[in-house]
């Protein structure tokens, strides 16, 4: 069935420094989603990329869908200690509709 | 954004006993919820999907009979946990789709409620 990959798993950084989570589907996907959990929290809806090659951003987080639609990325551009969390993508193929989870990148940001 | 709300967020029980949690779309209709677990430190993993007035479906390796579903209308989706084990225990949480392309939102946006942590004895 269809996986999606996510890494790293863990993801430590010094507050101000950059910070990237890669995403990889097995299938092609006809959109992804990003979400960010908070500890102790529910998944946090982000961001939708549905287009071949579509970047968006949102303040310091941009997001990639690449060419193929399998694999995206989240990059963080001088990470704060607001934006500890784990964050997943979710990708959704043209078969059942249904979301599949990455695994999740833990990011921690030491002040 | 759209509020899904979970009921209880958070259930002690012990072996052998059943567990009702509720998900409820407070602000929109969502003709499908989505049923995940997730255990500590791991991904979210889909359980089963709910359709108002149809039968759930399950996903492979879960227990239709254990974990009974029920998508009564448009705001409601219940999931019980029949003879619960300790081995059930997790957090188990919710998501309402949006079909309805509301102004604001991204199409097919998945809402998650707060969760429910169960902790069988």
């Known amino acids: 069935g269809q996986q999606v990959m996510q890494i790293p798993q863990y993801q430590h950084v010094q507050e101000g420094e950059d910070f990237t989570t890669y995403c990889n589907s097995s299938t092609t996907l006809s959109n992804i989603q990003w979400y960010k959990q908070r500890p102790g929290g529910h998944p946090v809806f982000l961001i939708q990329?549905?287009?071949?090659?579509e970047v968006k951003k949102q303040k310091r987080l941009t997001f990639q869908f690449g060419e193929a639609k399998k694999n995206s990325s989240l990059h963080i551009t001088a990470t704060q200690t607001t934006d500890v969390g784990t964050y997943f993508c979710a990708g959704k193929n043209n078969q059942g509709g249904k979301l599949i989870f990455g695994q999740g990148t833990e990011l921690s940001v030491k002040p | 954004g759209a509020v899904v709300s979970q009921h209880p967020s958070w259930v002690i029980c012990k072996s052998g006993t059943s567990v009702k949690i509720e998900c409820r779309s407070l602000?929109?209709?969502?003709?499908?919820m989505f049923w995940y677990r997730q255990f500590p430190k791991q991904s979210l993993m889909l359980m089963a999907t709910s359709n108002e007035g149809s039968k759930a479906t399950y996903e492979q390796g879960v227990e239709k009979d254990k974990f009974l579903i029920n998508h009564a209308s448009l705001t409601l989706s219940t999931l019980t946990v029949t003879s619960a084990h300790p081995e059930d225990s997790s957090f188990y949480i919710c998501s309402a789709r949006d079909r309805g392309g509301t102004s604001g939102r991204a199409y097919n946006e998945q809402f998650f409620g707060p969760g429910t942590r169960l902790t069988v004895l």
């Open positions: 602000d929109f209709q969502a003709t499908t």
């Open positions: 990329l549905v287009k071949s090659g």
